[in-house]
């Protein structure tokens, strides 16, 4: 624990400035995000009992892991967002199109990164494209000096295939696929950035 909040506190001394190994300095881009707390009389699956409280507590700890690449989320709104009718035709398909048929797509921000929680599916969460998808009961292997809780792993993991990063399979990584490593390297940050400031200029009014 002591490892993790040392780490953490290191994290929040670069939120305001990214400073690369080489020396140079970048700029902190920050990025909306519309939060979706997902609700169904129907289907107990798509209804998170999450409350905005948790989400406010959420995504600090998300930006904490972010601040390694100077990038930063700012919640535009957290929202209750009814889950549409599962449609017949959809019930002999995969999990992950089953519940991303279950997403009003009206609702979603043209000019913000959704994020859309809900109860329970397989796996912890996922990003094939808008939105990304998290589960409120996130489990995740623990690792030496890994986050302190699932959910802004989670969030931050799902963000990162948004942001352009694919699966690295080394336990400490963030992108590594069930455990609560946080660390990107500097290819990641490179290219999460690179992403992040198109995603930026997408949002601006």
């Known amino acids: 624990?002591?490892?993790?909040?040392?780490?953490?506190c290191?994290?929040?001394?670069?939120?305001?400035?990214?400073?690369e190994p080489a020396g140079g300095i970048h700029p902190?881009?920050?990025?909306?995000?519309r939060v979706h707390l997902m609700q169904s009389n129907t289907t107990p699956a798509m209804h998170t009992t999450l409350s905005e409280t948790d989400i406010r507590r959420v995504f600090p700890k998300?930006?904490?892991?972010?601040?390694?690449a100077g990038i930063?989320?700012?919640?535009?709104?957290?929202?209750?967002?009814?889950?549409?009718?599962?449609?017949?035709?959809m019930r002999t398909q995969s999990m992950i199109e089953r519940v991303l048929s279950m997403i009003p797509k009206d609702q979603l921000?043209?000019?913000a990164i959704n994020?859309?929680?809900?109860?329970?599916?397989?796996?912890?969460?996922?990003?094939?494209?808008e939105p990304v998808m998290v589960k409120d009961t996130a489990k995740l292997e623990a690792?030496?000096?890994?986050?302190?809780?699932?959910?802004?792993?989670?969030?931050?993991?799902?963000?990162?295939?948004?942001?352009?990063?694919?699966?690295?399979?080394?336990?400490?990584?963030?992108?590594?696929s069930g455990t609560n490593g946080f660390l990107l390297n500097d290819e990641e940050i490179g290219l999460a950035r690179m992403t992040a400031a198109r995603l930026q200029m997408e949002q601006a009014p």
């Open 143 to 176: 690792v030496p000096g890994g986050m302190d809780e699932p959910l802004p792993r989670v969030t931050a993991h799902e963000i990162g295939h948004e942001l352009g990063l694919k699966h690295r399979q080394e336990a400490v990584n963030l992108m590594q």
């Open 10 to 19: 290191a994290f929040l001394a670069m939120i305001t400035l990214r400073v």
């Open 28 to 33: 902190v881009i920050t990025l909306k995000v």
């Open 115 to 129: 994020v859309c929680y809900v109860k329970e599916m397989e796996p912890n969460g996922f990003f094939y494209r």
């Open 1 to 8: 624990m002591n490892t993790l909040i040392t780490t953490l």
């Open 72 to 89: 930063q989320f700012e919640i535009e709104s957290i929202v209750l967002t009814k889950a549409l009718p599962l449609p017949p035709e």
């Open 109 to 111: 921000s043209a000019k």
């Open 62 to 68: 998300v930006n904490m892991i972010w601040a390694q």
